[in-house]
């Protein structure tokens, strides 16, 4: 089994995690927020379910699979996150489209709620781009 297929198989655990958050008692706030940062909805959930499910996919299918994921999971998701440190929301649970952009901010919160996405879609395409022969 090769590395981008362990990656990818690693990415589909986390974001099953993710997905599962707002149903494990103690994980949100008093006011619905995840860890006191952010509000994850049922949009977001069934995009890191879907996500988690292509990862399980492609580190299923095959060592090049694994690598498209990581590059294309990667590239939305960084971009999601920059994305959100300008406006607020995500164009991946489709929130600019339901909602009024808040403009940009290096505020703690807003970067806070957008580093899952940063990091994790930073690590993924540095991933597939870098990993691609091992």
């Known amino acids: 089994m090769t590395l ?47 996500s988690a499910l292509w990862a399980l996919a492609a580190g299923l299918i095959s060592h090049r699979a694994a690598r498209t994921f990581l590059i294309l999971f990667g590239a939305l998701y960084l971009a999601d996150g920059v994305f959100g440190i300008f406006t607020a929301y995500g164009f991946l649970d489709l929130a600019i489209f339901t909602n009024e952009s808040l403009g940009f901010s290096l505020s703690f919160g807003r970067i806070a709620a957008n580093m899952p996405h940063i990091g994790l879609g930073g690590f993924a395409l540095f991933s597939g781009l870098r990993w691609a022969n091992k």
């Open 4 to 50: 981008l297929r362990k990656i990818s198989f690693a990415y589909f655990a986390i974001l099953l995690f993710v997905s599962a958050l707002n149903y494990i008692p103690g994980m949100t706030d008093e006011n619905g927020l995840t860890f006191g940062i952010f509000a994850l909805d049922v949009f977001d959930d069934s995009l890191h379910l879907a």
